[in-house]
Each structure stands twice: as C-alpha cells, then as structure tokens.
C-alpha cells in the first residue's frame, strides 16, 4: 500500500474553528486559534475557556469538551467556546509568563535560568484589553463564565491573575511553578484581598520534582485561596509527570470552565 505525496495528502482539520493573528502593543504577533459550538449560544453566552500554550493544547482541548458536551447529560459538561493563544518560542513564552519581581533571577540549574522574565503583566493586560474585546466582538460571551488555564509557568501565570483580582471567575493552574520569585504565589494568596464568585483548580502530578526555592504546596495555596472566598481545590494526577500533567488534568479543566451539573463521567 503506498503513502499519499505530500502533494495530495489532505490535513485533518477541526470544524467550526479559526486562526487569526493579533498584535500586542510591542509589535508580537500571537496567532490565535477559537474554536466554538455548533448552533446559536445561549441568551447569556457562551462560556469561555482560555488555553495558554495554544499550539499544543487546542486541538485536545476542543475535541475533548465536544466529546463531553455531547455526553452532556452524564458528564454535566455544556459547550463553549475555546480561545487558545499560541505561546510562541521559548524566550517569549518565559517572558509572557512570568509575573515582574523585583531583582530576582532564576538560579543556575532551574528551568529558564538566564532567561529574560516579567512580562506578565504585560501579557495579562493584552488578553484583556486586546483580544478579550476582538473575542467578544465576533462571539457572544457569558462574561461571568470565563476560565483561564495554564500548565508550569502558565499555571504560574493564572495563579497570579486571580491573585490580582483577575476578570476570569474561574482559573486552572496545572503543575504551577511555585517556586518561582522565592514563593511569589504563596506571598500574593496570602496577602491578596477577599473575592467572591472565583473558582480554581489546581493540580500536579505525583511524579513530578520541583526546583528549590519555595516550601509552597498546592495544599498551602489552595487554604491561602479559600480563605479568601475563592472555591478552590487542589487535584493530584496519579502517575504523571511534569510533562504529561495538561493533558491529564484537560477533562478537569473543561468540567470547570463548561460544567453546568454534576454528572457521570463522558462514555
């Protein structure tokens, strides 16, 4: 049996879906992929899930809600729509990624050491000033469902934002670099102010190790976080490691995001 040329060979791709490229105000163009329900959304919108690192998580993301979705009434799992933003090279998904701290530098050996860091919150204000308002102008959006999830630095990242008082209600920090600024999470959970009507989940997986630099647990985050009003849980992913954590936890993720009811598990 002989292979199709790369002449003739036909990509498989996703319905109901878009790429588009919008700037930030330093010139980056982040490529941007959606991807959204069939039919009209609901009155309020449709609620909304946020994937950074888009280029490896969207396709396993959209096709995993619309598999749920469509075993709506045991999974407890409604549709949504999907913004997934590409996180570029290495320096720039360092950079994006991580919130400013004054004077600190990653030690030698860590994941990133050397690389340029802080501009978080530069990244934060483009989603919400930019591409929140382009996302809204071509899709109807529940603005009180919008989730924001990332892994390793993006975990760290959507930490941060709901540490900030974010506009997402709920976040998903897989695998979350606590460890980053010398426990920079854990000072802004405890210090943070009270909020209402936020959820977050965060899981890790129970093979992976963590850099020196902070005592932090997901435990100790998770008490930080509900003592100020968020709901929040901590989820520990049985046999995975740092690398295999998003796609272990992306089932949890989108059942935050699109849950509308407790249900069974998807067939």
């Known amino acids: 049996m002989s292979l199709p040329s790369a002449a003739i060979a036909a990509p498989w791709q996703i319905e109901r879906s878009d790429v588009f490229t919008l700037p930030s105000a330093d010139g980056h163009a982040y490529r941007v992929m959606v991807a959204w329900p069939e039919g009209p959304p609901p009155p309020q919108g449709w609620p909304v899930l946020w994937l950074l690192d888009g280029e ?7 096709t995993t809600a619309r598999r749920l979705a469509r075993a709506g009434g045991r999974s407890g799992v409604g549709a949504g729509l999907i913004v997934a933003v590409e996180s570029g090279g290495l320096p720039r998904r360092i950079y994006d990624y991580t919130p400013p701290v004054e004077g600190y530098v990653i030690p030698t050996g860590s994941p990133a050491a050397g690389r340029s860091l802080g501009g978080g919150g530069a990244f934060l204000t483009y989603l919400r000033d930019k591409l929140r308002p382009e996302i809204s102008g071509r899709w109807k959006i529940d603005a009180k469902r919008e989730t924001l999830m990332g892994h390793s ?7 941060h934002a709901l540490a900030q008082g974010g506009w ?13 600024g010398n426990g920079l999470i854990a000072r802004e959970t405890h210090g943070m102010a009270a909020l209402q009507d936020k ?6 997986g129970d093979r992976e190790g963590a850099p020196s630099g902070s005592s932090a647990t997901l435990a100790d ?7 100020r009003g968020v709901d929040a849980r901590a989820s520990v992913l049985p046999g995975q490691s ?11 993720g989108i059942t935050l995001a699109f849950g509308e009811a407790a249900g069974k598990e998807a067939e």
């Open 221 to 227: 985050v998770v008490a930080a976080l509900s003592a």
């Open 242 to 252: 740092h690398g295999s954590t998003m796609m272990a936890a992306m089932v949890d």
């Open 56 to 62: 490896d998580n969207f396709a396993i993301a959209t």
């Open 168 to 180: 997402w209600s709920r976040y998903v920090a897989v695998s979350p670099s606590l460890w980053y």
């Open 199 to 204: 959820r977050a989940l965060l899981a890790a």
């Open 153 to 159: 630095f993006g975990g760290l990242l959507a930490l």
